[in-house]
């Protein structure tokens, strides 16, 4: 069992940078993908970037060269760092994991078990 908790959600300007932390407790060893989802109002949840035990990473074309995925094994923390930040990329956004870096991608989302309770991120203009 994993237990995700999210933090530094906010409100900012376009073009104002916010960044998200995942911490993970329970069972964190061994091989994993972690990944952040957003779900904006009246839309389906999407995936924003993925990254495996093996530190490969994979972000959503939308977010690509503005956001950054990182993870602190030590800590047990992913985060998300994000810049350049756009109206649209208001939403909740989650975190996720599961105990298999096999084909860790961001748009298979059922293959994550484990979610957090999300956080706010609202971007105004």
């Known amino acids: 069992q994993v237990r995700l908790v999210e933090s530094g959600g906010g409100s900012v300007q376009s073009g104002g940078s916010l960044r998200l932390s995942c911490a993970a407790s329970g069972h964190t060893a061994g091989d994993y993908c972690m990944g952040w989802f957003r779900q904006a109002p009246g839309k389906e949840r999407e995936g924003v970037a993925v990254?495996?035990?093996?530190?490969?990473?994979n972000h959503a074309d939308s977010v690509k060269g503005r956001f950054t995925i990182s993870v602190d094994n030590d800590k047990n923390t992913l985060s998300l760092q994000m810049n350049s930040l756009k109206p649209e990329d208001t939403a909740t956004y989650y975190c996720?994991?599961?105990?298999?870096?096999?084909?860790?991608?961001?748009?298979?989302?059922?293959?994550?078990?484990?979610w957090g309770q999300g956080t706010q991120v609202t971007v105004s203009s």
């Open positions: 990254i495996d035990s093996a530190g490969r990473t």
């Open positions: 996720a994991a599961r105990l298999s870096s096999y084909v860790c991608t961001y748009y298979s989302l059922s293959s994550f078990p484990y």
